[in-house]
Structure formats: structure tokens, C-alpha cells
């Protein structure tokens, strides 16, 4: 693997470079789902900068360890976790190790707010791996949008059932959550190995909130490219 710059930060190069491409270059980004994230992401990172970039293996070991703990127990548990999430940023970006399948994968979870609401998030996640310096993707990107107040106002309208009830965690899920077509992507259902993904990255989100709640100190916001 290069160890010389990280997945996420060759994700951003590759997407300033499209932004400033024309012609032909930016005509083929835009059926690309991978190159849409990509300038995406450096859109974000141009206009909102620093962006926040958290990287395992960085300097919060405790906000990865508490998701991944968080991550391990019946959705049900995590609810109300996630329900609480916000994010002040525009942008926020984690990078991680995959397992099981994606074994030997980096993984980008990129959480962008498409409008002005905290609680409203857009959940991009990219698989691949580095050569040469270059991210190569080995799962197709997708989306996932995001709505915590919706899943707080039907956990409330549910009561004790969503811990009795795993259909009923599930349905609530449901309630908050769709997914998105990307540009350059048909319509269809979103890849089986992503699913868990995109709720551990909600779950390191819930995680770096509900610490910041606590203690506004223990996981400073980090300029771009440090984490």
C-alpha cells in the first residue's frame, strides 16, 4: 500500500484536477460516479476549507474504537445514537480500514449537508485502494441521504417497540433513511457490502457529536488532511 499520501487526500487531488479540467475530461467525469464524488468533495474542500478529514489510525484513536464498539451492537441500541447526530460542517470525511470482504480496501466515507440543517446529511462512500499515488475504486460509489430528526420523531412515535421489536428498528431506518442515485448511475438498490458501511460512518459521526457535546475538546476539529 502507499503509505505516502492517504486515500482521501488522493480522492481531493483527483477532483481539483476535474474541477479545472473542460472538454472532454469533464464531459466523461460526469458519467463517472467515482470522478462526480471526487470533484464533489473538492468543491467542498475549496469553498469550505479546512475540511475535515479523520483518519483511523490518526490522532482520535477513541472516536474509532467507540464507533467500532457502537457499530457491533443490534441496531436497536444505536438508535437513538443516531438519532442524535449533527454536523456542523459542510464536509466532513472519515477514512478507514475495510474488513471481512473488503479486507485490504481503504474506505472514504464522505457526510455532506445539502442544505443549511445540521441534522440532514448526505452519506458517500468510496472502497478502493492506492497505486501509485492514485485512488482506484473497487466498489462503485453510492449514496445514501440521511435524515436524524426524522428517525428521532418516529422513535418517539414508537416508544419501547423499537427495542422489542428488531422489524421495528429496521422500519424506523427505513423512515429516515433512502437511497439516491448518483449522476452517472442508473436507478437501483445499493450494493449488499456497502450496507453496513454507511452506518458505521453515521455511527463515527453520532460518535464525534455526541463527544463534542460532552467535551467540546476531546475531538477538535481537524484542518484538511490531518486526522
Known amino acids: ?40 468533495l473538492a468543491a467542498a474542500a475549496a469553498t469550505d476549507a479546512p475540511l475535515v478529514v479523520l483518519s483511523e489510525g490518526g490522532s482520535h484513536p477513541a472516536l474509532f474504537e467507540e464507533a467500532a464498539r457502537r457499530s457491533a451492537e443490534p441496531p436497536a441500541a444505536r438508535l437513538a445514537g443516531l438519532a442524535a447526530t449533527r454536523q456542523g460542517e459542510r464536509a466532513t470525511m472519515y477514512e478507514f480500514d475495510g474488513s471481512g470482504p473488503l479486507t485490504g480496501n481503504r474506505i472514504v466515507a464522505a457526510l455532506l449537508r445539502p442544505e443549511d440543517r ?7 462512500i468510496a472502497v478502493g485502494r492506492l ?5 482506484q475504486i473497487t466498489v462503485a460509489p453510492a449514496l445514501l441521504r440521511f435524515d436524524a430528526a426524522a428517525l428521532g420523531r418516529t422513535l418517539e412515535l414508537l416508544g419501547d417497540a423499537v427495542s422489542r421489536s428488531a422489524n421495528a428498528a429496521a422500519a424506523a431506518l427505513a423512515h429516515a ?3 439516491l442515485p448518483m449522476d452517472g448511475q442508473g436507478e437501483g438498490g445499493m450494493p449488499a457490502a456497502l450496507l453496513d458501511l454507511y452506518w458505521h460512518a453515521l455511527t463515527l459521526a453520532s460518535v464525534r457529536a455526541s463527544s463534542a457535546k460532552a467535551a467540546p ?6 484542518p484538511r488532511g490531518e486526522g
Open 1 to 40: 500500500m502507499d503509505f505516502d499520501i492517504s486515500f482521501a487526500e488522493a480522492m481531493l487531488r483527483r477532483g481539483a484536477g476535474l474541477l479545472e479540467a473542460a472538454g472532454a475530461d469533464a464531459a466523461a467525469a460526469d458519467a463517472d460516479p467515482f470522478a462526480v464524488l471526487a470533484r464533489l
Open 177 to 179: 433513511s433512502a437511497i
Open 131 to 135: 497505486r501509485g499515488g492514485e485512488a
Open 118 to 124: 445540521p441534522d440532514l446529511l448526505h452519506v458517500y
Open 217 to 222: 475538546n476531546l475531538i477538535p476539529s481537524p
